[in-house]
C-alpha cells in the first residue's frame, strides 16, 4: 500500500494516476475525500495536515509514502510531523517533494523553506528519496486567462531561464522511488531537457497555439501588491519574489540527468506539454469567434 499526500494536487494526482495503471494499491490523502477525482480502484481517505489524528489514521498500514508539505515561511513543524507521523505508524519508505535550489543561500528565505522537511527526512532513518524539481510546465497555466482575453503574458523572471519540467515526469520518477528500494538516500534535481526563458516559453505556446503572442515584464513593487491582493501573506509574497530575483539573475539555469537516470528516457519537453494542454488556454478565445 501507498499513501499519496497532496493526492489532489498538480504531482500528487498524478502519481495516484500513474500508480493505479500499474495495479499498484494507492490511497489518496485529501482534505476533502468527497471532492476527489480518483481511478475507481483507489482508496480515497481524509487527511489534514492540522489534523495528525487525521494523518495517522490515513497512513497506517501503508508501506511507503509521498509527502507534500504546506510550502509556506511557517510550515516547518507540518513538515516534520509528516514525517515523524508516517515512521511512527509503521511506514518504511518517503518520497519527498521538494524545491529547486533547497539549501542554496543564493536563493533567499524561499531557499529554506523545504529544508526542515528534507533533514527531517533523511534523518529519520526509514528510506528515502527527495525530488528536487525545477519550475513545473503547468505553472504557465497561470497565463491562461491573460491569454484568452488577448493579454499581454506577465514576465518576472526577465530573461532567466529554467530546466522547465512536465509534472508527468515529475511524478514518473516519484512512482519509481516510492516502489522500489534502488533510490533510497538519492536527492534529484528534476529537469526537463531545455533551459527556457519566459520568452521561449511564450514562443512555444504562440507556436503550438497558432496565434500571436506578447510578453510584458511585471515591476516587483508591482507583482508584490498583486500577490497579497490576492491573498498571499506578506512573507510568503517577499519568498516567492526572491524566488523570481534569483531566476532573473540566471541562479536557476540548471539541467540534470536525473529524469533519465531514473525513467531510461529523456524528459517530454515543454512544446509537448503544451500541446497536451493547449484547450486550457484557448476554450474562451474558440467560444469568442463562435459568438
Given at each position: 500500500?501507498?499513501?499519496?499526500?497532496?493526492?489532489t494536487g498538480?504531482?500528487?494526482?498524478e502519481i495516484?494516476?500513474q500508480?493505479a495503471a500499474r495495479?499498484?494499491?494507492?490511497r489518496?490523502?485529501?482534505?476533502n475525500?468527497?471532492?476527489?477525482r480518483v481511478?475507481?480502484?483507489?482508496?480515497?481517505v481524509?487527511g489534514?495536515?492540522?489534523?495528525?489524528?487525521?494523518?495517522?489514521?490515513?497512513m497506517?498500514g501503508?508501506d511507503?509514502?509521498?509527502?507534500v508539505g504546506?510550502l509556506?515561511?511557517?510550515?516547518?513543524?507540518?513538515?516534520?510531523?509528516l514525517?515523524r507521523?508516517?515512521r511512527?505508524?509503521?511506514v518504511r519508505?518517503?518520497v519527498?517533494l521538494?524545491?529547486i535550489g533547497?539549501?542554496?543561500?543564493?536563493?533567499?528565505?524561499?531557499?529554506?523553506?523545504h529544508?526542515?522537511?528534507?533533514?527531517?527526512?533523511?534523518?529519520?532513518?526509514?528510506?528515502?528519496t527527495?525530488l528536487r524539481?525545477?519550475s513545473?510546465?503547468?505553472?504557465?497555466?497561470?497565463?491562461?486567462?491573460?491569454?484568452?482575453?488577448?493579454q499581454?503574458?506577465p514576465?518576472?523572471?526577465?530573461?532567466?531561464?529554467?530546466g522547465?519540467?512536465?509534472?508527468?515526469?515529475i511524478a514518473?520518477?516519484a512512482?519509481?522511488?516510492?516502489?522500489?528500494?534502488?533510490?533510497?538516500?538519492?536527492?534529484y534535481?528534476l529537469?526537463?531537457?531545455?533551459?527556457?526563458?519566459?520568452?521561449?516559453?511564450?514562443?512555444t505556446?504562440?507556436?503550438?497555439l497558432?496565434?500571436q503572442l506578447?510578453?510584458?515584464?511585471?515591476?516587483?513593487?508591482?507583482?508584490?501588491e498583486?500577490?497579497?491582493?490576492?491573498?498571499?501573506?506578506?512573507g510568503?509574497?517577499?519568498?516567492?519574489?526572491?524566488g523570481?530575483?534569483y531566476v532573473?539573475?540566471?541562479?536557476?539555469a540548471?539541467?540534470?540527468?536525473?529524469?533519465?537516470?531514473?525513467?531510461?528516457?529523456?524528459?517530454?519537453s515543454?512544446?509537448?506539454?503544451?500541446?497536451d494542454?493547449?484547450?486550457?488556454f484557448?476554450?474562451?478565445?474558440a467560444?469568442?469567434?463562435?459568438?
Amino acid at each position: 500500500m501507498i499513501v499519496i499526500t497532496g493526492a489532489t494536487g498538480t504531482i500528487g494526482s498524478e502519481i495516484v494516476r500513474q500508480l493505479a495503471a500499474r495495479d499498484v494499491r494507492v490511497r489518496a490523502m485529501t482534505r476533502n475525500p468527497e471532492r476527489a477525482r480518483v481511478p475507481a480502484e483507489v482508496e480515497v481517505v481524509r487527511g489534514d495536515y492540522h489534523d495528525l489524528d487525521s494523518i495517522a489514521a490515513a497512513m497506517t498500514g501503508a508501506d511507503a509514502a509521498f509527502l507534500v508539505g504546506v510550502l509556506g515561511p511557517d510550515d516547518a513543524e507540518t513538515d516534520r510531523a509528516l514525517v515523524r507521523t508516517a515512521r511512527d505508524v509503521g511506514v518504511r519508505r518517503i518520497v519527498k517533494l521538494s524545491a529547486i535550489g533547497t539549501g542554496d543561500p543564493e536563493v533567499g528565505r524561499v531557499g529554506t523553506w523545504h529544508m526542515p522537511g528534507e533533514q527531517a527526512v533523511s534523518q529519520s532513518g526509514l528510506e528515502w528519496t527527495i525530488l528536487r524539481p525545477s519550475s513545473f510546465a503547468s505553472n504557465t497555466l497561470s497565463w491562461a486567462d491573460a491569454i484568452r482575453s488577448g493579454q499581454p503574458v506577465p514576465n518576472l523572471t526577465g530573461t532567466g531561464s529554467q530546466g522547465v519540467i512536465d509534472p508527468r515526469d515529475i511524478a514518473a520518477v516519484a512512482v519509481e522511488a516510492l516502489v522500489t528500494p534502488d533510490h533510497s538516500g538519492r536527492i534529484y534535481t528534476l529537469t526537463g531537457p531545455a533551459l527556457l526563458t519566459c520568452a521561449d516559453q511564450v514562443t512555444t505556446l504562440a507556436t503550438v497555439l497558432g496565434y500571436q503572442l506578447d510578453v510584458v515584464d511585471v515591476p516587483e513593487d508591482v507583482a508584490r501588491e498583486h500577490m497579497i491582493a490576492s491573498g498571499m501573506s506578506p512573507g510568503f509574497a517577499d519568498g516567492a519574489l526572491a524566488g523570481q530575483a534569483y531566476v532573473r539573475a540566471g541562479g536557476n539555469a540548471t539541467l540534470t540527468d536525473d529524469v533519465r537516470r531514473v525513467l531510461g528516457r529523456a524528459p517530454r519537453s515543454y512544446a509537448e506539454w503544451v500541446a497536451d494542454h493547449a484547450a486550457a488556454f484557448t476554450q474562451t478565445l474558440a467560444d469568442q469567434s463562435t459568438t
